[in-house]
């Protein structure tokens, strides 16, 4: 089966998030049972430079301003990339959303509808003969393809279409409906219309005939007022379509055992690198060498999403019990102010990196005792996964995806041997309290923390079970279509 997957970020190549992650690992993941992936991405200058280009599949003499070409290369791992080249939509330096004064693209409706025409036509017509059984969309850069397809071509692939993230919806003035060559008949409340807006993302939700989101709870959670931002009615019209898949993480690049970006190698089996790991972080961090101390960490977007606000206002919970901080991040002004100002006062103990760093951020999973996810909501999310892969035990809120990943340290879960971190809600600065003053507690006791440690370290977070259910999902809808 082949599958053309629709996105707007693949790691190693370009990301802003935890989409980039799973569009860069589940490829692989589903090559071992035979199914054959391409990713159609924007030639951002990084992608571009990333890439070994072999051969050009499409050319546009103007897509929406300029001349565009799609080309056919491969990025490192062997990943096949479809590569839309158009150098007046994407060759921009920076983050692929907002230009440098920080405010959105102001075209970004027209590239993101390149994409999608793109993404069309290849299925439409591969100039290298490659012919899609299905494509898969991720999120709203890619929503308007199955409205493109199904304008466009007679018999139209099935389409499936990923939500990683409600909140960013793609919405635009009602303008862009002539401009993008979008049909008026959509243009419903039943459509792609959102109150007076054309809504990317709603046109994927619409138009497309399966939905998945990253967990199985974000997939409840989406169907109610509170998580669902609106979205909450198209979600529940087509409850019967949608399925929660949770990712999995790359476990090759996140490997304790392999990782060359950490100052000592360890596995569950042998773990004694940790400790160097951890003495290495504390030194790199300017943190008191202190072996005794909970040291936490995080590495995060610093947006309102990720609940940071709280673990700032709990933080003395913490340093009162010994613990200590580090915190990797970027994001908002104030939540960036509020941790580097933590850090001021409290030298030696909290120390915070505004930074975006890939390597710092295995040093940090690798060398702290736990990792700190308060987020609100939290469709997957990837750091508590990579915690339980590295031993580094997760405290997160009970919501999304961390709460489908991490096994709370009650009783029963402690008795049975299964407890791998510490979940909590109410979802506030209390909770947050309470969850810092039950990790102190639990590491105070040495054989309780490792048997947490230890039961994380076994648990499956890789894409091996979850690409298996994106294969029986593709499978089914292929076969219907007559594939
Ligand atoms: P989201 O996609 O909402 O940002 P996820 O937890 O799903 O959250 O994914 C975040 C990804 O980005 C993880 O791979 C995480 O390690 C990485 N990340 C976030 N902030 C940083 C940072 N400042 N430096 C390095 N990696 C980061």
Known sequence: MRVLMVASECFPLVKTGGLADVVGA???????????????????PTVAAGLSVTQTVATFDSLFGGPARLVLGKAQGGLEIVALEAPHLFDRPGNPYVGPDGSDWPDNHRRFAALAAAATQYAADPGDGWTADLVHCHDWQAGLTPVYLKRYMRVPPPVVFTIHN?????????????????????????GFEYWHQVSFLK??????????TVSPTYATELRTPRFGMGMEGVLTARAADLVGILNGIDDTAWNPAT????????????????????????????????????????????????????????????????????L??????????????????????????????????????????????????????????YGLRYGTVPIVARTGGLADSVIDANEAAMQAGVATGVVFDPIDTDGMRAALRRALALHADGAVWRSMMLAGMRQDVGWVRSAAKYRALYEVLVSAAGG
């Open 26 to 44: 589940l490829p692989a993941a589903l090559a071992e049972g035979g199914c054959e992936t391409r990713v159609l991405l924007p030639a951002y």
């Open 166 to 190: 409600i909140a960013f919806q793609g919405c635009f003035p009602a303008a862009a409906v002539s401009e993008l060559g979008l049909p008026l008949e959509m243009y419903t409340p039943a």
């Open 203 to 212: 046109a994927g939700l619409v138009f497309s005939d399966r939905l998945t």
């Open 259 to 326: 990782d060359r970006s950490i100052a000592a190698r360890y596995s569950a089996k042998e773990p004694a690198g940790k400790a160097k790991d951890r003495a290495a972080v504390q030194a790199e961090m300017g943190l008191q060498p202190d072996p005794a101390a909970l040291l936490a960490c995080v590495i995060s977007r610093l947006t309102y999403q990720k609940g940071l606000d709280l673990l700032a206002a709990a933080l003395p919970a913490l340093l009162t019990g010994g613990g200590q901080l580090a």
């Open 328 to 385: 990797l991040g970027t994001g908002t002004p104030e939540l960036e102010a509020m941790f580097v100002a933590a850090a001021h006062r409290y030298p030696g103990r909290v120390a915070s990196r505004i930074a975006y760093d890939e390597g710092l951020s295995h040093r940090l999973i690798a060398g702290a005792d736990a990792i700190v996810v308060p987020s609100r909501f939290e469709p997957c999310g990837l750091t508590q996964m």
